[in-house]
Nanobody, 123 residues
Framework: QVQLVESGGGLVQAGGSLRLSCDASGRTFSRYSMAWFRQAPGKERKFVAAISWNPRITYYEDSVKGRFTISRDNAKNMVYLQMNSLKPEDTAVYYC????????????????WGQGTQVTVSS
């Protein structure tokens, strides 16, 4: 298991940018595929982006393609989500998640979760 701590959320105007960070503890971080999910008030937690342990494979939810970029630095045990051209509908709590092995997009595959960071986009 890895311990995950997100940071970088905040309030931003529509069209702006934010960079979320996820700090992962654990010596075997490089063997974990990572993902970002988000949960808006009153709604279920949904997939946003994922990156494989070997960072050559990435997946994105359709509504964020071309605006969000997931990346990782295995030497620093960090995962990032660069969010550009933010929209009010991107407002949610964003969660970092980890799973051993191959990349996935369904939340049930992820065994480790952070506490979440709030992103609010004003119109």
């Amino acid at each position: 298991q890895v311990q995950l701590v997100e940071s970088g959320g905040g309030l931003v105007q529509a069209g702006g940018s934010l960079r979320l960070s996820c700090d992962a503890s654990g010596r075997t971080f490089s063997r974990y595929s990572m993902a970002w999910f988000r949960q808006a008030p009153g709604k279920e937690r949904k997939f946003v982006a994922a990156i494989s342990w070997n960072p050559r494979i990435t997946y994105y939810e359709d509504s964020v393609k071309g605006r969000f970029t997931i990346s990782r630095d295995n030497a620093k045990n960090m995962v990032y989500l660069q969010m550009n051209s933010l929209k009010p509908e991107d407002t949610a709590v964003y969660y970092c998640a980890a799973k051993q092995g191959d990349i996935a997009t369904n939340k049930g595959s992820f065994g480790s979760w952070g506490q979440g960071t709030q992103v609010t986009v004003s119109s």
